[in-house]
């Protein structure tokens, strides 16, 4: 039985994960739940699980918790605060931390974890993205194993089972298109977050679900592929797969292409970064190629999905960039769903934010670097919108979208 810490209880990861442990309860054990704010779910989740440590993010909500699970017999560690939630990751004897904290605030949590001796089942694309010139030496010092838990990464990391060191030649990223894969470039300046928020093919989160729709999602996923898998911005492509059967597909060295299918299911990914090397049996509904009918492909329109190039952009640019691009894109999606910026402000604060940081852009970032770097691009684009300024600079972009 393996036990496991799970890290964003009560979001569509941490869910669907706990889904896993009640249907596998001769597999899988929870040692320690965080969550963020949602009292009523956690207390749910601390009598069905019975972890030996939680922490709930919100400090204020903490007595609430305490009062909610008054009678349990024994009651669980209860911690609050950021530094509660890194308690939980590196606390007791989990073997693997499930990271499904949506966001930068998942990569302190992480990297407690890592230096816990904890394998990470990589839920948190942010991790790597911002902190990835950090978290890689950790993990190669610790000697823990990074386990991809989204579902393009996984079926990366499942065709590359048995592939030999250096046979990989290309990595291709599936993308759905989000909810305005078949809308005209013209009508998206009529969008609501009502509107974004309609993906076609997965329930998902608020936030991941506006980063599919502007694509932004992928080109974060491209950035954690070349940290994940070692491949150079060149050789990871995107193309549209609006069916998202196939999950990702690579390119060996002689042109083979090898892919991963299965029904959008998070639960798949999960499954497989919480149990590898070992395959379990699930009685799950079983893929039927001729049910699935034509699985279709097509190019991404730049014009339409302009975040895809600024995150190919930043990645290419390396050192803090990606971390500014996160969290640029982190603060623009939340105005956006507050509805203080429109749809298609959210590529333009976000070119400008990175036009802005390319002047201090630090080649080699240490962790403050990183996380100076993140507050520094959260507060440009809350002072951008505040001013109105939230028009792309003309003359010194980092990647033209035009």
């Not at 989990?94 to 605030?105: E, F, K, N, P, R």
């Not at 990175?354 to 770097?373: E, G, K, T, V």
Request: hydrophobic share 45%.
């Amino acid at each position: 039985m393996k036990a496991i810490t799970l890290l964003g209880s009560t979001g569509s990861i941490g869910t669907q994960t706990l889904d896993i442990v009640a249907q596998y309860p001769d597999q899988f054990r929870i040692v320690g739940l965080a969550a963020g704010r949602n009292v009523t779910m956690l207390a749910q989740q601390i009598r069905q699980f019975r972890p030996e440590i939680v922490a709930i993010c919100e400090e204020e909500k903490l007595a609430e918790l305490k009062s909610a699970i008054a009678d349990l017999d024994p009651q669980p560690i209860l911690v609050a605060g950021s530094a509660g939630v890194i308690e939980v990751a590196r606390y007791g004897d989990a073997q693997s931390v499930v990271t499904g904290i949506v966001g930068c605030a998942g990569l302190l949590p992480t990297i407690a974890a890592i230096e816990a001796g904890k394998d990470i089942a990589l839920a948190n694309k942010e991790t790597l993205i911002a902190g990835g010139p950090v978290v890689l030496p950790l993990v190669e010092k610790y000697g823990v194993k990074l386990l991809p838990a989204d579902s393009e990464h996984s079926a990366i990391f499942q065709c590359l089972q048995g592939v030999p060191k250096g046979g990989l030649r290309r990595i291709l990223l599936t993308a759905s298109g989000g909810a305005f894969r078949d809308w005209p470039v013209e009508k998206l300046a009529e969008v609501t977050v009502q509107d974004a928020l309609k993906h076609p093919n997965w329930s998902m989160g608020r936030k991941i679900t506006v980063d599919s729709a502007t694509l932004m999602n992928k080109g974060l996923e491209v950035i954690e592929a070349h940290f994940l898998f070692g491949m150079d911005y060149d050789h990871i492509d995107i193309v549209i797969h609006p069916q998202s059967i196939i999950h990702s597909l690579i390119e060996l060295q002689d042109t083979s292409v090898l892919a991963q299918l299965g029904w959008p299911d998070m639960r798949l990914p999960l499954l497989y970064a919480m149990s590898w090397p070992e395959r379990i049996y699930t009685d799950w509904q079983q893929l039927d190629l001729v049910k699935a009918g034509n699985l279709t492909f097509r190019e991404p329109d730049h014009k339409k999905y302009p975040c895809m190039q600024l995150a190919y952009a930043a990645g290419r640019a390396g050192g803090s960039m990606p971390a500014v691009l996160n969290a640029a894109n982190e603060q623009a999606v939340a105005l956006f769903l507050d509805e203080k910026i429109g749809y298609l402000d959210i590529a333009r604060v976000i070119e400008k934010t990175c036009d802005r940081h390319q002047i201090d852009n630090c080649p080699n970032p240490s962790l403050d670097d990183i996380i100076a770097a993140d507050k520094w691009a959260r507060q440009e684009v809350l002072a951008a919108v505040e001013t109105g300024n939230v028009t792309s600079n003309t003359g010194n972009r980092i990647v033209s979208v035009g």
